[in-house]
C-alpha cells in the first residue's frame, strides 16, 4: 500500500512528505518541477531518513501517470499539484484551468483505471469568496470568487463533489487551507517563491533578509481592530499533519467531505509584523500602501469540523511560525539555490 502525492516537492507538499513518511506510510511523489526544485525532495529524505519513489511526471501525461500506478499499490493520493499565483491566473486563465482543472480530471481518470478511488485535494478559504462572514464554516455558500485560479478550486470541488454522487467508492476529503505559512522546524525546507513573492509572509522574510526595501501593507483603513487586513494564519509543519489525518479519514469513509484547516485565530498584517521583529529580533520596515484589489477584511476558519472528524487541530503558535519562517530564510537566503 502507497499514498501517491501529487505535487509533492512543492512548499506543502515537501512538508506533508515528512508527516505522511514519519507516521509509518509509503509514499510515492509526482511533481513536474514547474514550481519546485529537486533539492526539496532530496531534503526531504535528510530529514525522515527514509527514500521513496520520485517521477518527474506532469499530470496532464496521461500515459506517464498510468506508468507510475502500474508500477505502485496506490490506495489514496494527496493531490498538491496545482498553479497558485492570482495574478498569473488572472493573465492566463487557460493555463490555470488546463493545469488544474484538466490535470485533476486526467488524474481522477488514471486513479480509476487503476482502481483508486481516494483523494485527498488542496483546495482553498478562497472558495468562500467575499459574501460570508468569519468565522468560516465548510457550510457556508461557495463560488463567489473572484480570480480564475479560486475559481479552479472552487470548480474541481464541484467536480469532485459530482464525481462521489455518481460513483459510490468514490472518497475526496476537500481541504480549505486558510494561510499557510512557517517551514520545518529544521530550517532545511520551507518556501521557496519564485520572482516577487505575491504573499505577505514570503514577502515579509525578503525584506527582512535585505533583498526587498520595505513591506507595502495594503490598506490600514479596513473594518478591523487596527485597520489592516487579519487572516488565519497557519503553520505548514500542522497542515502537512492534518493530511496524515485526512488519509486515514479517506481510507475509511466515502462521499466528498470538505474540511477548514485553520487555527480560527486571525491575526492583521500589522501584528504579523510586531511579532516577527519581536520573536526574531530583527527589523521589517513597513510603509501604509492602497488596498491590493480583490482582498477582504478579515478571513478566518472555524475549526471544528476538523477536530470533530479528523481529530485534528492547530498545534503551532504564531512564535512557532514566525521563528520557523526566519529560520528557514536565514539559514538558506537564496531558498534551493545555494
Ligand atoms: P507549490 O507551487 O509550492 O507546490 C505545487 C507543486 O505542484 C509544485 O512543486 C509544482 O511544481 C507542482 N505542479 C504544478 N503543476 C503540476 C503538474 N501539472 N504536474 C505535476 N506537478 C505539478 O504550492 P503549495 O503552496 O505547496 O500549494 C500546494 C497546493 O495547495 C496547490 O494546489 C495550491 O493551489 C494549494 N493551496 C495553497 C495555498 C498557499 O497559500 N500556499 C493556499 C490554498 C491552497
Ligand atoms: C491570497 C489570495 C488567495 C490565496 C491565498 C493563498 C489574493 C487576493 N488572494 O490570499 O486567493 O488562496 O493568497 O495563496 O491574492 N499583504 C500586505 N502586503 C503584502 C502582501 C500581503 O499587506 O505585500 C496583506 C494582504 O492585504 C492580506 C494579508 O496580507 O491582508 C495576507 O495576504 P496574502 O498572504 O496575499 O494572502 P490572502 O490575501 O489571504
Given at each position: 500500500?502507497?499514498?501517491?502525492?501529487?505535487?509533492?516537492?512543492?512548499?506543502?507538499?515537501?512538508?506533508?512528505?515528512?508527516?505522511?513518511?514519519?507516521?509509518?506510510?509509503?509514499?510515492?511523489?509526482?511533481?513536474?518541477?514547474?514550481?519546485?526544485?529537486?533539492?526539496?525532495?532530496?531534503?526531504?529524505?535528510?530529514?525522515?531518513?527514509?527514500?521513496?519513489?520520485?517521477?518527474?511526471?506532469?499530470?496532464?501525461?496521461?500515459?506517464?501517470?498510468?506508468?507510475?500506478?502500474?508500477?505502485?499499490?496506490?490506495d489514496a493520493v494527496i493531490h498538491f499539484a496545482g498553479l497558485k499565483a492570482v495574478g498569473e491566473s488572472v493573465a492566463k486563465p487557460m493555463m490555470?484551468?488546463?493545469?488544474?482543472?484538466?490535470?485533476?480530471?486526467?488524474?481522477?481518470?488514471?486513479?480509476?483505471?487503476?482502481?483508486?478511488?481516494?483523494?485527498?485535494?488542496?483546495?482553498?478559504?478562497?472558495?468562500?469568496?467575499?459574501?460570508?462572514?468569519?468565522?468560516?464554516?465548510?457550510?457556508?455558500?461557495?463560488?463567489?470568487?473572484?480570480?480564475?485560479?479560486?475559481?479552479?478550486?472552487?470548480?474541481?470541488?464541484?467536480?469532485?463533489?459530482?464525481?462521489?454522487?455518481?460513483?459510490?467508492?468514490?472518497?475526496?476529503?476537500?481541504?480549505?487551507?486558510?494561510?499557510?505559512?512557517?517551514?520545518?522546524?529544521?530550517?532545511?525546507?520551507?518556501?521557496?517563491?519564485?520572482?516577487?513573492?505575491?504573499?505577505?509572509?514570503?514577502?515579509?522574510?525578503?525584506?527582512?533578509?535585505?533583498?526587498?526595501?520595505?513591506?507595502?501593507?495594503?490598506?490600514?483603513?479596513?473594518?478591523?481592530?487596527?485597520?489592516?487586513?487579519?487572516?488565519?494564519?497557519?503553520?505548514?509543519?500542522?497542515?502537512?499533519?492534518?493530511?496524515?489525518?485526512?488519509?486515514?479519514?479517506?481510507?475509511?469513509?466515502?462521499?466528498?467531505?470538505?474540511?477548514?484547516?485553520?487555527?480560527?485565530?486571525?491575526?492583521?498584517?500589522?501584528?504579523?509584523?510586531?511579532?516577527?521583529?519581536?520573536?526574531?529580533?530583527?527589523?521589517?520596515?513597513?510603509?501604509?500602501?492602497?488596498?491590493?484589489?480583490?482582498?477582504?477584511?478579515?478571513?478566518?476558519?472555524?475549526?471544528?469540523?476538523?477536530?470533530?472528524?479528523?481529530?485534528?487541530?492547530?498545534?503551532?503558535?504564531?512564535?512557532?511560525?514566525?521563528?520557523?519562517?526566519?529560520?528557514?530564510?536565514?539559514?538558506?537566503?537564496?531558498?534551493?539555490?545555494?
Open positions: 500500500m502507497a499514498i501517491l502525492i501529487t505535487g509533492g516537492c512543492g512548499y506543502i507538499g515537501s512538508h506533508t512528505c515528512i508527516e505522511m513518511l514519519n507516521a509509518g506510510y509509503d509514499i510515492v511523489v509526482v511533481d513536474n518541477y514547474y514550481n519546485s526544485k529537486p533539492e526539496a525532495l532530496a531534503r526531504v529524505k535528510e530529514l525522515s531518513g527514509k527514500d521513496f519513489p520520485f517521477y518527474a511526471c506532469d499530470i496532464r501525461d496521461e500515459e506517464g501517470l498510468s506508468e507510475v500506478f502500474a508500477k505502485h499499490q496506490i490555470y484551468y488546463d493545469n488544474n482543472v484538466n490535470g485533476t480530471l486526467v488524474l481522477w481518470r488514471v486513479m480509476k483505471k487503476h482502481g483508486c478511488s481516494r483523494i485527498i485535494f488542496s483546495s482553498s478559504a478562497t472558495v468562500y469568496g467575499s459574501e460570508n462572514a468569519s468565522p468560516l464554516k465548510e457550510d457556508f455558500p461557495t463560488g463567489a470568487v473572484t480570480n480564475p485560479y479560486g475559481r479552479t478550486k472552487y470548480v474541481i470541488e464541484e467536480i469532485l463533489k459530482d464525481i462521489c454522487v455518481s460513483d459510490e467508492e468514490a472518497s475526496a476529503v476537500l481541504l480549505r487551507y486558510f494561510n499557510p505559512v512557517g517551514a520545518h522546524e529544521s530550517g532545511r525546507i520551507g518556501e521557496d517563491p519564485n520572482g516577487i513573492p505575491n504573499n505577505l509572509m514570503p514577502f515579509l522574510l525578503q525584506v527582512a533578509i535585505g533583498k526587498r526595501e520595505q513591506l507595502s501593507i495594503f490598506g490600514n483603513d479596513y473594518d478591523t481592530p487596527d485597520g489592516t487586513g487579519v487572516r488565519d494564519y497557519i503553520h505548514v509543519v500542522d497542515l502537512a499533519r492534518g493530511h496524515v489525518k485526512a488519509v486515514e479519514y479517506a481510507l475509511t469513509h466515502t462521499g466528498a467531505m470538505p474540511i477548514n484547516l485553520g487555527t480560527g485565530v486571525g491575526y492583521s498584517v500589522l501584528d504579523m509584523v510586531h511579532a516577527f521583529e519581536r520573536i526574531n529580533g530583527v527589523p521589517v520596515p513597513h510603509v501604509i500602501a492602497p488596498r491590493r484589489p480583490g482582498d477582504i477584511a478579515t478571513c478566518y476558519s472555524d475549526p471544528a469540523k476538523a477536530k470533530a472528524l479528523l481529530g485534528w487541530e492547530a498545534e503551532k503558535t504564531l512564535e512557532d511560525m514566525c521563528r520557523d519562517s526566519w529560520r528557514w530564510q536565514s539559514q538558506n537566503p537564496k531558498g534551493y539555490d545555494e
